[in-house]
């Protein structure tokens, strides 16, 4: 009997397993076993899951934090539709705010320093994918993410959303700057 052609017996689920398919359904336990065993193990022992802060918010209280950062460090705008880029103080709290269907505002943040990224949504769930480093966070409406980051490298970064939010899911992009510090020298406070 192969699956293309129907059963040659009718009543096919009274018929004893056969050998091999016993064997792969075996097989496929095992596997399942396995992987289900290494969520915990790399968990604890590959340093893969954020085991950070996370905090309920409502989104009106995200909107009031990231305008009052906006209206405060606002440095100049980009592209057509007048994004404001923000330049927060070094080691601050700055936020991010995720919604159908863009990232608010653009950050630039200096080299070599902490901050400490706070995340949300205001609509929807959307995927934080900050690449080429491959930083990959969910952002749901509610919860307010609280990630460390240190910025390693000058440069411009990609800021993309992905988890799947809707018609223009695929247009929902946006830049993070990391600049040289203009504090060259100077002890961090
Ligand atoms: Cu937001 Cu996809």
């Known amino acids: 009997m192969t699956a293309i052609h129907p059963p040659s017996h009718k009543v096919w689920w009274k018929q004893p397993v056969d050998r091999v398919e016993v064997v792969w359904i075996g097989i496929a336990l095992v596997w399942c076993l396995i992987m289900f065993f290494f969520m915990p193990f790399w968990h604890v022992f590959g340093d893969q899951n954020y085991s950070g802060e996370a905090y309920r ?29 923000v330049r927060p103080p070094a080691g601050s709290d700055i936020y991010l705010l995720a919604r159908l269907w863009d990232w608010y505002p653009i950050l630039e943040l200096e080299k070599g320093q902490t901050y400490r990224l706070h995340v949300s949504s205001v609509d929807w769930q959307h995927g934080l994918s900050i690449q080429p480093i491959n930083i990959n966070f969910q952002v749901l409406p509610g919860y307010e993410m609280v990630l460390n980051i240190t910025p390693t ?24 700057y990391v600049v040289e510090s203009d504090r060259n020298g100077e002890p961090q406070s």
């Open 57 to 85: 918010v409502t989104p009106e209280r995200f909107n009031e934090k990231v305008n009052e950062l906006v209206e405060q460090y606002t440095v100049r705008y980009e592209t057509d539709r007048q994004i404001p880029v």
């Open 153 to 176: 490298e000058v440069g411009e970064y990609a800021v993309v959303c992905n988890e799947y939010c809707g018609i223009l899911h695929h247009a929902m992009l946006s830049k993070l």
